[in-house]
């Protein structure tokens, strides 16, 4: 995704559309936002300018917001592409396919940097730009749902269970936090917010198996010293 060129591999010699998919139309969508400083207003003159038609677009999406939203979920189903092509990680621990998540995701927004920062930075409504997550939250909190109940699975006393929802909500705001701190993170190669992912991951972790003290404590720390650089 981090490619956005455009291409005419889609075109007749005419130059009519013989055949598009929904990354290609991802690809310009985010060429244009990045090229013109600006969301396209039109459906039908974005897709006029790029050579498909109105109704090749409504195939995909209903409209820019959900374009929008796909993108943010596109990227979650490659990072954890880019997670299964490695060998150990279905034998990870939890912990370390979380880690290894947090890794992999911000690396390729890393890659879309430019693309991550208009679209998140395009309304004066913070809330607004928020709701484009609404399909990444869900499938964040379905992929910590599925380590939660992984790790319960191994408590033999119910009591020692945890909620679930609690725990993947939970998830789903680390990733909002992280997404932040990326966001003003100014050290080479992001070195920062390598560290806030595995400290906050552990934390996280250590709560899930009722020891936090130590690992809120170290986390709270960092934290604090990044406040007051």
């Known amino acids: ?43 039908y003159k974005f897709a006029k300018e790029n050579g498909f038609t109105e109704a090749q677009f409504y195939q995909f999406f209903g409209s820019f917001e959900g374009l929008k939203t796909v993108i943010w979920t596109t990227f979650f189903q490659m990072t954890m592409d880019l997670a299964y092509k490695n060998k150990n990680f279905e034998s990870n621990s939890n912990q370390e396919k979380m880690l290894t998540f947090f890794y992999t995701f911000f690396e390729l927004l890393t890659a879309n940097r430019s693309y991550v920062f208009f679209t998140l930075k395009e309304h004066k409504d913070i809330l607004k730009n928020m709701q484009q997550l609404a ?27 945890q909620p679930t929802f609690i725990f993947s909500e939970g998830a789903w705001l680390q990733t909002v936090f992280i997404l932040k701190f990326w966001m003003d993170d100014n050290s080479a190669a992001f070195e920062k917010t390598d560290l806030v992912i595995e400290k906050s991951v552990r934390a996280i972790f250590d709560v899930f198996a009722t020891t936090p003290l130590e690992s809120m404590i170290d986390f709270g720390k960092f934290l604090w010293k990044e406040k007051m650089a």
């Open 1 to 43: 995704m981090a490619t956005t060129k455009k291409t005419n591999s889609t075109k007749k010699a005419q130059g009519t559309i013989t055949k598009i998919t929904q990354q290609d139309i991802i690809n310009v969508y985010m060429s244009y936002v990045l090229e013109h400083e600006q969301a396209p207003k039109s459906v």
């Open 135 to 161: 399909g990444l939250r869900k499938k964040i909190k379905v992929f910590a749902t599925e380590l939660i109940e992984d790790k319960n699975d191994e408590k033999q006393i119910n009591i020692l269970k």
